[in-house]
T-cell receptor
Framework: GAVVSQHPSWVICKSGTSVKIECRSLDFQATTMFWYRQFPKQSLMLMATSNEGSKATYEQGVEKDKFLINHASLTLSTLTVTSAHPEDSSFYIC??????????????FGPGTRLTVL | AQSVTQPDIHITVSEGASLELRCNYSYGATPYLFWYVQSPGQGLQLLLKYFSGDTLVQGIKGFEAEFKRSQSSFNLRKPSVHWSDAAEYFCAVGRTNTGFQKLVFGTGTRLLVSP
């Protein structure tokens, strides 16, 4: 299957700082990338959908000013957690796919990024 | 709203024994259903999917799942578990009928395999 990478795999930051997480599709062009958040012992929660060259679409309850998403190319999307606080500590996962004729193909998932905010 | 329930948080199976992981969904229309496996340090991997047609779906790594509309279930099975199957398993339902879009995941079942 297609490969998706995330960088960094883990990050620790101080409260109030911003953190950027990268998601790259390594061997295919991703028209669409998804960002999820996973709490311990809980399921993945979709945060937002980002389409290349467009503004991201955020799920209800997700603060778009807190979680900035940029999808500037067909192989890279970034999630920036602005002014991070301890409650933002979580496991962030991205996935990538392509859309053809309005149909979403299989999502390929990155390995995730563990964010710890002190 | 669509939802997915995986009632078992942990399951321990002896190597070589059969496995069944339960999944129940709530969705108004014909659902798109998925099973994923998550191993430490790796991204979620799709095991199998059901969109329509035959209700018994074959997947990778010897897994299969059966869609039962009357029970709103999509249980995952494997006849003989290997130690390498130890991982976290997630059932998911698609919120739209446009393929792999708007996935809603269950809380996962952690599979432990004993020797």
């Amino acid at each position: 299957g297609a490969v998706v990478s995330q960088h960094p795999s883990w990050v620790i930051c101080k409260s109030g700082t911003s953190v950027k997480i990268e998601c790259r599709s390594l061997d295919f062009q991703a028209t669409t990338m998804f960002w999820y958040r996973q709490f311990p012992k809980q399921s993945l929660m979709l945060m937002a959908t980002s389409n290349e060259g467009s503004k991201a679409t955020y799920e209800q309850g997700v603060e778009k000013d807190k979680f900035l998403i940029n999808h500037a190319s067909l192989t890279l999307s970034t999630l920036t957690v602005t002014s991070a606080h301890p409650e933002d500590s979580s496991f962030y996962i991205c996935s990538a796919t392509w859309v053809a004729g309005g149909y979403y193909n299989e999502q390929f998932f990155g390995p995730g990024t563990r964010l710890t905010v002190l | 709203a669509q939802s997915v329930t995986q009632p078992d948080i942990h399951i321990t199976v002896s190597e070589g024994a059969s496995l069944e992981l339960r999944c129940n969904y709530s969705y108004g229309a014909t659902p798109y259903l998925f099973w994923y496996v998550q191993s430490p340090g790796q991204g979620l991997q799709l095991l199998l999917k059901y969109f329509s047609g035959d209700t018994l779906v074959q997947g990778i790594k010897g897994f299969e799942a059966e869609f039962k509309r009357s029970q709103s279930s999509f249980n995952l099975r494997k006849p003989s578990v290997h130690w390498s199957d130890a991982a976290e398993y997630f059932c998911a339902v698609g919120r739209t009928n446009t393929g792999f879009q708007k996935l809603v995941f269950g809380t996962g079942t952690r599979l432990l395999v004993s020797p």
